[in-house]
């Protein structure tokens, strides 16, 4: 890799290794696969002043506002999306699985719809084989 993939690197993982918090660690988990899916971004990700904490505040201010509750569940693609916001990066979200993430595109249902299983009427009898 490039000298500016490896400084932004050690960067995010410098960070993690001196955070208490876990949650940081998690936060830079996700930023280091980023960063391995997508190398061209090493420049905003490794800029002078942009931080895994900073990026933890951002999410966690976003779960604050829409928790119900004590809870809050963010995707992987929300997550991406506030880390592209925070870093200033824009084109194609890659998912935390490497797949490119087409927002325009909802999942599309399989042809004829999913099958529902049959009804089991006696449990007992469809276990005793097992």
């Known amino acids: 890799m490039s000298e500016i993939f490896d400084r932004a690197m050690d ?4 960070e993690m290794a001196k955070s208490k918090n876990p949650a940081i660690g998690g936060v830079g ?4 696969a980023l960063l391995r899916q997508r ?3 090493a420049a905003q990700i490794g800029a002078e002043g942009k931080t895994l904490k900073e990026l933890y ?3 966690y201010g976003v779960a604050k506002q829409g928790k119900v ?3 809050y569940f963010m995707s992987p693609l929300e997550a991406v ?3 592209c916001d925070y870093y200033g990066i824009d084109g194609d979200l890659p998912d935390l699985y490497g797949a490119t993430v087409a927002e325009s595109e909802p999942p599309k249902a399989p042809e004829g719809g999913a099958q529902a ?3 089991v009427d006696d449990l007992d009898a469809l276990l005793a084989g097992l």
Do not use: Q, Y
Not at 11 to 14: A, G, I, K, N
Not at 29 to 32: I, N
């Open 29 to 32: 988990e996700m930023v280091t």
């Open 11 to 14: 960067r995010v993982r410098d």
């Open 39 to 41: 190398p061209d971004w």
């Open 57 to 59: 505040d951002k999410m």
């Open 117 to 119: 299983p049959a009804p």
């Open 81 to 83: 999306k506030i880390a």
């Open 69 to 71: 509750g004590n809870s």
